[in-house]
């Protein structure tokens, strides 16, 4: 039998810039301490977790395997949870680029996994930003479009007129609660829903731009270990997001339910559902407030290793990937 070659790749959060990174403005996002793990080998035909594999159903394998000429056996773990705004999407194409890579004797390239697992991002979801591919792959800290940090530049990449330029980012010693809502909720549609908004108000290019600000004043804060400022800049953060119309009350009951126990608290991601974070130094208190209120806390290190290669697949479920 074929050998097996294993990848993962961790989820993110953005802890400010979702939405207005999708306009050249810029974002910080960090790695977390959840990943997907892919395992990829030749088959005698395509097969997703024993399954016959539905291709005009799954963008992202379509996408990536546009240039084999052979079958593939897929088989997926996860603990990141599916479309609550943890890059699962992202890691997913991430480690499925770097297993094929592996398959095919190449040598791993961070550049070209990038491109690889944005191109997916693309295909799935047909609008949005290279950020969610860069933490993915990278690991650590990312900032997108961040003056002044040339030095830790580690790519730039253009569409469509737009140019983000994707810088490596110190992650200080903090420590995130997750609170997810339980409400699945794809990246696309919300996407687009700020799109349409923003073509027919200037309001609403107002309050892209205000975020863009706002996210330039947390990264400082970041820089300088100033959790207090960091916290102020993702609660009004998390107030322009709402104003774009994309968190949800179940998403706001659960930030308000973190705030007095966190420096800040936001959503995270694409919003309308999905998940928020928030800043603590008291995070088992956080995450009972937040389970207390209905969600699903989950306490969460950032700067995790980017996408990598394992020696095996892990134990654990396998990971229903959502179809389109």
């Given at each position: 039998?074929?050998?097996?070659?294993?990848?993962?790749?961790?989820?993110?959060?953005?802890?400010?810039?979702?939405?207005?990174?999708v306009?050249?403005?810029?974002?910080?996002?960090?790695?977390?301490?959840?990943?997907?793990?892919?395992?990829?080998?030749r088959g005698r035909?395509?097969?997703?977790?024993?399954?016959?594999?539905?291709f005009?159903?799954?963008?992202?394998?379509?996408?990536?395997?546009?240039?084999?000429?052979?079958a593939?056996?897929f088989?997926?773990?996860?603990?990141?949870?599916?479309?609550?705004?943890?890059?699962?999407?992202?890691a997913?194409?991430?480690?499925?680029?770097?297993a094929?890579?592996?398959?095919?004797?190449?040598?791993?390239?961070?550049?070209k996994?990038?491109?690889?697992?944005y191109?997916?991002e693309?295909a799935?979801?047909?609008?949005?930003?290279?950020?969610?591919?860069?933490?993915c792959?990278?690991?650590?800290?990312?900032?997108?479009n961040?003056?002044?940090?040339?030095?830790?530049?580690?790519?730039?990449?253009?569409?469509?007129g737009?140019?983000?330029?994707?810088?490596?980012?110190?992650?200080?010693?903090?420590?995130?609660?997750?609170?997810?809502?339980?409400?699945?909720?794809?990246t696309?549609?919300?996407?687009?829903?700020?799109?349409?908004?923003?073509?027919r108000?200037n309001f609403?290019?107002?309050m892209?731009?205000?975020?863009?600000?706002?996210?330039?004043?947390?990264?400082?804060?970041?820089?300088?270990?100033?959790v207090?400022?960091?916290?102020?800049m993702?609660?009004t953060?998390?107030?322009?997001?709402?104003?774009?119309?994309?968190?949800?009350?179940?998403?706001?009951?659960?930030?308000?339910?973190?705030?007095?126990?966190?420096?800040?608290?936001?959503?995270?991601?694409?919003?309308g559902g999905?998940?928020?974070v928030?800043?603590?130094?008291?995070?088992?208190?956080?995450?009972?407030?937040i389970?207390a209120?209905?969600?699903?806390?989950y306490?969460?290190?950032?700067?995790?290793?980017?996408?990598?290669?394992?020696t095996?697949?892990?134990?654990g479920?396998?990971f229903?990937?959502?179809?389109i």
């Open positions: 039998m074929t050998e097996w070659h294993t990848a993962s790749a961790p989820g993110k959060f953005v802890i400010l810039g979702e939405h207005s990174v306009y050249g403005k810029p974002a910080v996002v960090l790695a977390a301490d959840r990943r997907i793990t892919c395992g990829v080998r035909r395509n097969l997703l977790n024993g399954e016959p594999m539905e005009s159903r799954q963008p992202h394998f379509r996408y990536l395997t546009r240039n084999l000429r052979h593939v056996e088989v997926t773990r996860s603990d990141i949870p599916a479309g609550a705004g943890l890059g699962s999407s992202a997913l194409a991430a480690s499925v680029a770097l094929l890579e592996s398959m095919a004797g190449n040598d791993p390239d961070e550049r996994l990038v491109d690889e697992a191109g997916a693309l799935a979801q047909g609008n949005g930003s290279p950020m969610d591919a860069s933490a792959v990278h690991g650590g800290g990312i900032g997108v961040i003056p002044g940090t040339e030095n830790r530049k580690l790519w730039r990449i253009s569409r469509n737009r140019v983000w330029n994707v810088s490596d980012v110190d992650v200080p010693k903090m420590t995130f609660v997750i609170g997810n809502t339980g409400i699945r909720a794809p696309g549609p919300q996407v687009d829903k700020v799109r349409r908004y923003a073509s108000s609403a290019t107002e892209i731009e205000e975020i863009g600000n706002v996210t330039l004043s947390g990264y400082e804060a970041l820089r300088k270990g100033d207090e400022t960091l916290g102020r993702m609660i953060d998390h107030k322009l997001l709402s104003i774009l119309g994309v968190s949800c009350k179940e998403l706001n009951k659960l930030v308000n339910a973190a705030l007095p126990f966190s420096y800040g608290a936001k959503l995270t991601g694409s919003g999905g998940c928020m928030a800043l603590t130094d008291d995070p088992h208190r956080v995450a009972s407030a389970e209120r209905g969600g699903t806390a306490i969460m290190n950032a700067g995790s290793e980017g996408a990598r290669l394992e095996s697949l892990p134990d479920p396998v229903n990937v959502p179809v």
